[in-house]
Each structure stands twice: as structure tokens, then as C-alpha cells.
Nanobody, 114 residues
């Protein structure tokens, strides 16, 4: 069974950093591009960052470019999102998802507040 378990969220002050992790299982992780999304109550889930199956290519939403870094470790079946210089508008539940699949973890809450 496909399983995605996000972790690493929490409460952080503006300008702070967090590193999110998503542990994947139940599929051949190294064959799939991986993605981080976030969702704010009342709004559509939005794509934040993507990484190709090998990690050789990444893409970011304009709102996070230069602040967030997506990476993966295919030996650990894990994708990461390093979040730096966090802003209050980054507050959301963050989810990971494999491209071409419709499986989601429970998400991890990130709250940026002073």
C-alpha cells in the first residue's frame, strides 16, 4: 500500500527555518517525481515545489523561490523541503505527493508567527 508520512512542521517565528520530511513507501520511489503542496483553509491546495525522480531537476512556486529547497534521498525513500526565511504567509498544512498518483499523507502543519 502507498504510504506518505510528512513530518517536521511546527511553530516558528518569521525569518526562521524548518525542514520537512516525507517518508514514502509502497511504490518504487526512485521512479517518481515528488512534489510538495500546501493548503490554507478555504483555499485550493497549491503546488510549492517539485523534484524529478533522480533529483536532477527542481521547480518552485514564485512565492518560495530562493527560500525553499526541495531535495530527495532515494536510498531512504524520502523527500525533503528545507524552508528558510519563513514568512507568515507560508503558514499552511504541507503535503507531499508523487506525480501521477493521487495519494496524500496527513500533512504537517507549519505555522509562522511572532
Amino acid at each position: 500500500q502507498v504510504q506518505l508520512v510528512e513530518s517536521g512542521g511546527g511553530l516558528v517565528q518569521p525569518g526562521g527555518s524548518l525542514r520537512l520530511s516525507c517518508a514514502a513507501s509502497g511504490f518504487t520511489f526512485s521512479r517518481y517525481a515528488m512534489n510538495w503542496y500546501h493548503q490554507v483553509p478555504g483555499k485550493e491546495r497549491e503546488l510549492v515545489a517539485s523534484i524529478s525522480s533522480t533529483g536532477g531537476s527542481t521547480n518552485y512556486a514564485d512565492s518560495v523561490k530562493g527560500r525553499f529547497t526541495i531535495s530527495r534521498d532515494n536510498t531512504k525513500n524520502t523527500v525533503y523541503l528545507q524552508m528558510n526565511r519563513l514568512k507568515p504567509e507560508d503558514t499552511a498544512v504541507y503535503y507531499c505527493k508523487a506525480s501521477r498518483m493521487d495519494y496524500w499523507g496527513k500533512g504537517t502543519q507549519v505555522t509562522v508567527s511572532s
